[in-house]
């Protein structure tokens, strides 16, 4: 799928899958939540309303109210592709949540997700 695709889908579409990603492994939609959050700056209602809008997935990163800076300590394969290897940096941005939707899949600690250092 080429990003522009990717960019052009509209954010209510893909929450429900990255919730239920998580949910199908154990894992809370308040975690997915979390997440998203920590990574983009949006506040829990901001996600809330979004998720229920017809935001594109890349006005949604594009209008995150701040980046985190740690999101550069995510390392790792997502669809078969390096996430700090993607040059584009809305791709790697887009790529980032999809690594930590797949950490919290996996059964990792909160703690390890948001890369809070001990």
Aim: net charge positive.
């Amino acid at each position: 799928m080429s990003n522009d695709k990717i960019y052009k889908m509209e954010f209510s579409k893909i929450y429900p899958l990255l919730v239920n990603k998580a949910v199908r492994k154990g894992r809370a939609k308040e975690e997915v939540d979390e997440i998203i959050c920590w990574l983009t700056g949006y506040s829990q209602a901001e996600l809330e309303k979004i998720s229920r809008s017809s935001v594109t997935y890349e006005d949604f990163f594009r209008g995150a109210p701040e980046m985190n800076e740690s999101r550069k300590l995510i390392k790792g394969v997502v669809c078969k592709v390096r996430v700090e290897n993607i040059e584009d940096p809305l791709m790697r941005d887009i790529r980032y949540l999809d690594k930590l939707v797949d950490e919290l899949a996996k059964g990792k600690s909160m703690d390890k997700i948001l890369r809070k250092q001990p």
